[in-house]
């Protein structure tokens, strides 16, 4: 959101958990922020541009959650608007997969490590957390796993179609270009 606002648009959010739009107010002044379920929230004003990055679409509770927030979206948007999101299609997950990313922060040093988990059937997949601190005193680990919705790129699709242009994109942080992949960047038009 902040980049988006500090090119010049006007901007506002939603989220489920107020501490996280708290925090999003302070580094966002200017936006307006509302406590919403993204599976069935509802806007003032219809919108040129909805995303949902950090693959947050799968917060959604299973299939027909997703179905509503679909729907969402399209209600919230103006004719020829445009929703931008990330998705992993269940059917690419490798749980042996995972990435990794360490940071300093004076004497301790922090590790970030996580990667999908997909059992092979049903509507359910994980996102698994794992964060270790250490310093002079020792090592400390905490893990979480955050419960998701699992779908195919097939099965996304064919939800989405219906209402939006669907096309696919790489997802790749250097650069967007058309691809299958496990991790997708999809911008729908209506």
């Known amino acids: 959101m902040r980049?988006?606002?500090?090119?010049?648009?006007?901007?506002?959010?939603l989220d489920i958990n107020q501490p996280m739009l708290d925090i999003a107010a302070i580094r966002c002044p200017e936006a307006q922020f509302t406590l919403?379920?993204?599976?069935?929230?509802?806007?003032?004003?219809?919108?040129?541009?909805i995303t949902c990055f950090l693959y947050s679409i799968h917060y959604n509770a299973g299939i027909e959650g997703l179905k509503m927030?679909?729907?969402?979206?399209?209600?919230?948007?103006?004719?020829?608007?445009?929703?931008?999101?990330?998705?992993?299609?269940?059917e690419k997950i490798d749980n042996a997969l995972f990435?990794?990313?360490?940071?300093?922060?004076?004497?301790?040093?922090?590790?970030?490590?996580?990667?999908?988990h997909y059992s092979g059937k049903?509507?359910?997949?994980?996102?698994?957390?794992?964060?270790?601190?250490?310093?002079?005193?020792?090592t400390q680990v905490w893990n979480d796993e955050h419960p998701m919705v699992a779908v195919s790129f097939a099965e996304l699709v064919a939800l989405l179609e219906?209402?939006?242009?669907?096309?696919l994109f790489e997802h790749n942080y250097e650069k967007i270009i058309p691809g299958i992949t496990p991790q997708e960047t999809l911008f729908l038009s209506v």
């Open 3 to 13: 980049h988006f606002i500090d090119f010049g648009y006007a901007s506002s959010g």
């Open 36 to 49: 919403q379920n993204m599976s069935s929230f509802e806007v003032s004003a219809s919108l040129d541009l």
């Open 69 to 90: 927030c679909i729907a969402s979206v399209h209600r919230a948007l103006k004719s020829g608007g445009v929703f931008c999101f990330n998705a992993v299609d269940k």
């Open 99 to 116: 990435v990794k990313h360490s940071a300093k922060q004076g004497s301790d040093l922090f590790t970030f490590r996580s990667g999908w």
């Open 122 to 138: 049903g509507e359910k997949q994980s996102l698994r957390l794992s964060i270790e601190k250490t310093n002079a005193d020792g």
């Open 162 to 167: 219906p209402d939006f242009e669907v096309h």
